[in-house]
């Protein structure tokens, strides 16, 4: 999402490096949080340093990184007291073995463990992204230490599976700056949703002729993508059920990947009474060919023309709205028109039979990276002004964690 704010504007950022390959990440690390608005103090401990250098990290940053209790820099000789005072955030990207089982003791004999150690607990979140070999993660003295830091309040991020620099495959890798990045915009979201449960469709279906034609529609999924990351970065377990898109499911997200209207209908229904929330924003085909043939519909040589005939697609939104309490969860819709928005929206909305209609204009929205929103409520209607789509999904993950019932 190319206009998307910077996600880390205002925030100061410790991002710590201890000694692994997976330093040669953190230059576009350091980049990427920088891009997105982020202070970003680098310290690195003495064994990163023989993986990159204090220069480099230097450069991108655009501030002197600490490597020593003892730099004499700070006023009163007191890095370590500093640096996590004027925190937000610890970010510890890659973090070693052996500093996961330094932090876990409390020890503090070098700069980076003692600024994890002395900082704030109350304000400031410790965040760290493990890389190491694949017997190393899975040691029982990794596991207890990786235990005892979470129970401590520290997030640990990853580590994903795959190759390994010593050439093994396994858990262990260091995750990309790009999910990093991602993950530390989404801890400082603030957890409207934590712990609730929401389901989402996006994006178009598709309705096959036959083996390679069919009928769709042009709708991205951008919205409901966007909606599916924010709703997750504010602690909802989600799961997105997406027509035929090519999009990246949004971190913690669960995708369920359909075509048709019946098949997303299909993945639904059974998906909808143990979710508290339903969000459809998919663009349905309102209608699919009446038979589907499975060999691929030839020309013909006298130029007759297929007749094409239509019947009309289960409604999801309308069927899940339906059903009884307390099966029912709390039901949002969207409305893409082309023309009197708030006039169509209000009479999907008591159509629909739901508590919220969304309504944009679908033919400007579709595919762009932007958007405009009218929510239509039984007590009235609030205009979401133009901005880029994660920024409104943000906004209305708002709207829905304030309207949607409290759970019993
Ligand atoms: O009827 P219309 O397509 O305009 O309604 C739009 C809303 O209904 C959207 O929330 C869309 O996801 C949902 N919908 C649905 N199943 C359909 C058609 C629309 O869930 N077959």
Not at 183 to 191: C, D, E, N, R, V
Request: proline content about 7%.
């Amino acid at each position: 999402m190319n206009s998307a704010p910077p996600g880390l504007a205002g925030k100061q950022v410790v991002l710590g490096l201890t000694g692994g390959i997976a330093c040669y990440k953190a230059a576009d690390l350091t980049r990427e949080l920088v891009k997105s608005g982020a202070t970003v103090q680098v310290v690195m401990t003495e064994s990163a340093t023989r993986f990159i250098t204090p220069l480099t990290l230097q450069a991108l940053s655009g501030r002197p990184v600490y490597t020593s209790t003892w730099d004499a820099r700070p006023a009163h000789h007191m890095a370590h007291i500093d640096l996590g005072r004027e925190a937000d955030a610890i970010l510890v990207a890659p973090a070693s073995a052996d500093f996961i089982a330094r932090v876990a003791q409390g020890r503090a004999d070098e700069l980076l463990s003692l600024l994890c150690l002395a900082r704030p607990l109350a304000r400031c979140a410790l965040l760290v992204a493990p890389a190491m070999n694949r017997e190393m993660w899975a040691h029982p003295a990794t596991r207890r230490n990786v235990a005892t830091l979470t129970a401590d309040g520290a997030v640990v991020l990853g580590p994903a599976a795959g190759e390994q620099a010593c050439g093994e495959v396994g858990d262990g890798r260091m995750l990309e700056p790009a999910e990093l990045r991602d993950a530390l915009i989404a801890h400082f979201q603030p957890k409207l949703l934590a712990g609730r449960t929401v389901l989402i469709t996006a994006g178009p279906t598709f309705e096959a002729l036959d083996p390679v034609r069919g009928i769709t529609n042009h709708s991205s999924g951008k919205m409901g993508f966007a909606i599916a990351r924010a709703a997750a970065e504010a602690g909802a377990h989600v799961t997105l059920v997406a027509g035929p898109v090519h999009l990246e499911t949004p971190a913690g997200v669960d995708r369920i990947d359909v075509q048709s209207a019946r098949q997303m209908m299909d993945a639904v229904l059974p998906l909808a009474s143990r979710h508290e929330i339903f969000v459809a924003t998919a663009a349905v085909a309102d209608w699919r060919p009446a038979t589907s043939v499975e060999a691929k519909i030839k020309k013909d040589a006298d130029h007759r023309v297929p007749q094409l005939d239509l019947v009309e697609n289960p409604d999801i939104l309308a069927t899940v709205a339906a059903l009884p309490l307390p099966e029912r969860p709390w039901c949002v819709g969207f409305a893409a028109e082309s023309h009197d928005l708030l006039r169509h929206a209000r009479a999907k909305r008591l159509r629909k039979g739901v508590p919220l209609i969304v309504g944009n204009l679908g033919p400007a929205t579709f595919g762009q990276d932007d958007n405009q929103l009218l929510l239509v409520g039984a007590d009235g209607e609030q205009e979401l002004a133009h901005a880029d789509k994660l920024t409104l999904a943000r906004q209305l993950v708002r709207e829905i964690a304030a309207r949607a019932p409290s759970p019993k």
